[in-house]
């Protein structure tokens, strides 16, 4: 995907964005709204679920994130 510019400023996002709703495997999980460290933005995930192989239960780790593409170079 070609670098677009971001529409939206990051106190827009800030003030407007709203937590997404992410499913895992049936699972739903809310991702929250975050400006990085890293001066880019959108959702984080951070949390444990259950996901079943061959009937046998295992534990995964959940890092996510959803970041607005070209938000790192959008006005403050």
């Given at each position: 995907?070609?670098?677009?510019?971001?529409?939206?400023?990051?106190?827009?996002?800030?003030?407007?964005?709203?937590?997404?709703?992410?499913?895992?495997?049936?699972?739903?999980?809310?991702?929250?709204?975050?400006?990085?460290?890293?001066?880019?933005?959108?959702?984080?995930?951070?949390?444990?679920?259950?996901i079943?192989?061959?009937?046998?239960?295992?534990?995964?780790?959940?890092?996510?994130?959803?970041?607005?593409?070209?938000?790192?170079?959008?006005?403050?």
């Amino acid at each position: 995907m070609a670098k677009s510019p971001c529409p939206v400023s990051l106190s827009q996002f800030q003030e407007k964005a709203e937590p997404l709703k992410v499913v895992i495997n049936g699972q739903e999980h809310i991702a929250e709204v975050k400006a990085f460290s890293t001066g880019s933005f959108g959702w984080y995930i951070n949390g444990k679920t259950t996901i079943t192989i061959d009937g046998k239960p295992v534990s995964v780790q959940i890092g996510m994130n959803l970041t607005v593409v070209g938000s790192k170079e959008a006005e403050r």
